[in-house]
């Protein structure tokens, strides 16, 4: 399983993949916006720091416009993956830039349906959003497994891409339903290491070394 970081700052990017969890990035006009920096200057530098897939997000909602967007970004680096909204003029924008060998992630995918369509569309990833989902009462992970399923029976090339993760919970049910990537903010990330039978094995050691040592 690949675990992308769901990030646009770069000192925390940077410091989950000297930790080895970076596989990829997942950044959103409104994670850019928060780093106070231009869209261009933070993608770019991200891309130095992952040789990963690192998706950036078009802001237009036109298919050609779409495109033209698209086609930009990808220049910016080899491992940008134009990050598309799941809308009608999107899918033809996915299948312009498939043809085109450019990289897509759609996203704000909340059926199965819409994960189909995505994938017929030739994206190569998509992005269904777990959290979105069960805020509003639903079960975000049922509909990650039926994607998973449909795909698999399909033998669709687009990867699962679960998005919207809130919590550890989200990624060991991922992990079990078998999605092929889980982007995961770096707090997540950070929250996955630690229990409390671990610390207190540690303190345990710690603490029988000195007496070992006469201290």
Known sequence: MKFFIDSADVNEIRAANERGWVDGVTTNPTLVAKSG??????????????????????????ADEMVKEGVAL???????????PMCEDGMIAVKKLTAEGIKTNVTLVFTPM?????AKAGATMVSPFVGRLDDIGNDGMAMVNDVVQIYRNYDFATEVLVASVRG????????????????????VMQQMTGHPLTTKGIDMFLADWNKAKGQ
């Open 74 to 84: 990808a220049k910016w680096a080899d491992n940008v993956v134009v990050k598309i």
């Open 168 to 187: 550890p919970l989200h990624l060991q049910q991922a992990a079990l339903i078998g999605a092929d990537i889980a982007t995961i903010p770096y707090k």
């Open 37 to 62: 920096r231009s869209f261009e200057d933070v993608i770019k530098e991200i891309c130095t720091i992952t040789t990963g897939p690192v998706s950036a997000e078009v802001i237009s909602l036109k």
């Open 114 to 118: 819409q994960a189909i369509l995505a």
